[in-house]
């Protein structure tokens, strides 16, 4: 336990740039080694659930199971929610049944699966133990459907009504129903076999006259999300049609629930943090909690595969041998052509790559983008050509020496844009995630026409 004579004053956890402050999470930390419960309630009160996730998140292992255990009955469900998956169990196996059951409680069905999904089945069963029957029986249905499917992002709970009614009764019916989700923004419309036939926002019924009936101000747009509908897609809906919440329907398009924007968002951003981590050779699983042993055997395979790229590049320099032994300056200066065809590769793969997550890259203007970035591959490539041209003259003192490596800078980028585009579209074609794969194939093209270009010219021309 630290030693100290007195806590820190109470700030904000907050700064202004939303970073957690470093000296109160002091003040945390200090309230835990003096087992202050008082002090620490106080300091945690305040703060938002996800500041306590990311809190829990950056603290080392000890501190954190002594910050919960200290905590105890105030630990919130909505934590839990915010806490980063590779986290949550160890902190649940850190809560009591009692601390466990009460933050369950509080949560919608939609946090409950995204909670217990990943658990093992003793943990699982612990949390579906304490829930309602009814709620237990929505979980459990929700888990049947298949894992980053619709089924597994909706929340059970909506607020429906028949289209024939009127807004006096869809007001008198949500304030006399024992329960409704916390949030919601959407009534749902209904027909008599309760499939949905459209949305009216919580603002129209209560700006409207009681005896106004409701489907004369549902919404204009209203879209239906299949049950079965792969998450992605779903997220993909929300953004590009602006949708705030949408009902989800079975194989008999009868409603079973409804997804809301700050699901959707959440499946958005990590799908956009996968494909920045996949970009690098990172799995799009980790995160900075994971253990030594797990962040390795995540990065190695793909580190591997760089080493047999890098080799294809090192077998097409070995041909030339004679050629660099001869002319040292060839050393000096190919690995310039690379990097350079490298880069411009990767500059077109990370829009390739976007661009098929958010659907803009199409059949429809494929050819129109391919021929756009060669176009810009050429004309950056003659820009770049032209101060290699004159830093060969000058360095080396060898025009020839320069209009090789400006020809060979031109061929390579241009071929680095083409690559850059048209890989990680094939790969897509053929059931490949192009995040993933597309980096090492761009690096090998890049690295191997770049060589062969540069090193094959200098021998026709200088040798």
Do not use: C
């Not at 993909?236 to 968002?265: C, K, W």
């Not at 083409?418 to 074609?429: D, N, Q, T």
Request: no cysteine; charged share 20%; proline share 3%.
């Amino acid at each position: 336990m630290a030693e100290t004579s007195e806590a820190p004053e109470t700030e904000e956890v907050r700064d202004e740039g939303y970073d957690l402050n470093r000296k109160a999470v002091a003040q945390i930390l200090y309230a835990v080694d003096t087992e202050d419960r008082d002090q620490l309630v106080a300091l945690m009160e305040p703060l938002h659930a996800a500041d306590i996730a990311d809190l829990l998140e950056q603290v080392n292992a000890f501190d954190r199971m002594r910050l919960i255990r200290l905590y105890g009955q105030e630990f919130d469900g909505d934590i839990l929610s915010e806490l980063d998956e590779t986290l949550r169990e160890e902190v649940i196996s850190a809560l009591s049944p009692q601390v466990l059951a009460e933050a369950v409680r509080e949560l919608d069905s939609d946090d409950v699966v995204d909670l217990i999904e990943d658990l093992d089945e003793t943990q699982q069963g612990a949390i579906l133990d304490v829930l309602t029957e009814s709620g237990r029986l929505a979980v459990q249905q929700s888990l049947t459907y298949p894992e980053f499917s619709a089924g597994r992002l909706m929340q059970r709970e909506v607020v429906m009504a028949p289209e024939h009614w009127s807004v006096g009764e869809a007001i008198d019916f949500m304030r006399s129903t024992d329960y409704l989700p916390e949030q919601f923004y959407h009534m749902v419309l209904v027909d008599p076999k309760l499939r949905p036939v459209g949305n009216v926002t919580l603002g129209r019924i209560m700006s409207s006259a009681r005896d106004v009936t409701l489907k004369s101000i549902a919404e204009e747009s209203f879209h239906v999300i299949p049950v079965l509908r792969d998450e992605g897609e779903v997220a993909y809906a929300f953004n590009q049609y602006h949708l705030i919440s949408a009902p989800v329907v079975d194989g008999n398009e009868r409603l079973v629930g409804v997804i809301t924007i700050d699901d959707a968002m959440t499946v958005l951003d990590e799908e956009n943090e996968e494909d920045i981590l996949r970009l690098a050779g990172v799995d799009g699983e980790s995160r900075l909690s994971d253990r030594v042993v797990d962040t390795v055997k995540r990065r190695i395979p793909w580190l591997g595969v760089n080493l047999v790229t890098a080799v294809l590049a090192s077998l097409v320099i070995a041909q030339f041998e004679a050629a660099i032994t001869e002319v040292v300056a060839l050393a000096v200066l190919m690995p310039i052509v690379a990097s350079m065809g490298g880069n411009a590769g990767t500059q077109s793969l990370t829009v390739a790559v976007r661009a098929l997550a958010t659907k803009d890259l199409t059949g429809s203007n494929l050819w129109r983008v391919i021929r756009r970035e060669g176009v810009v591959g050429l004309i950056n490539g003659m820009a770049f050509a032209v101060v290699m041209g004159i830093v060969g003259i000058i360095w080396f003192g060898s025009p020839a020496l320069g209009g090789v490596i400006a020809t060979a800078m031109v061929i390579n980028m241009v071929i680095a844009g083409l690559a850059g585009i048209m890989i990680p579209v094939v790969l897509e074609k053929v059931g490949v995630d192009p995040a993933l794969a597309s980096g090492a194939f761009v690096t090998t093209v890049t690295d191997v026409v770049g060589f062969f270009a540069f090193l094959g010219l200098a021998v026709v021309v200088l040798l």
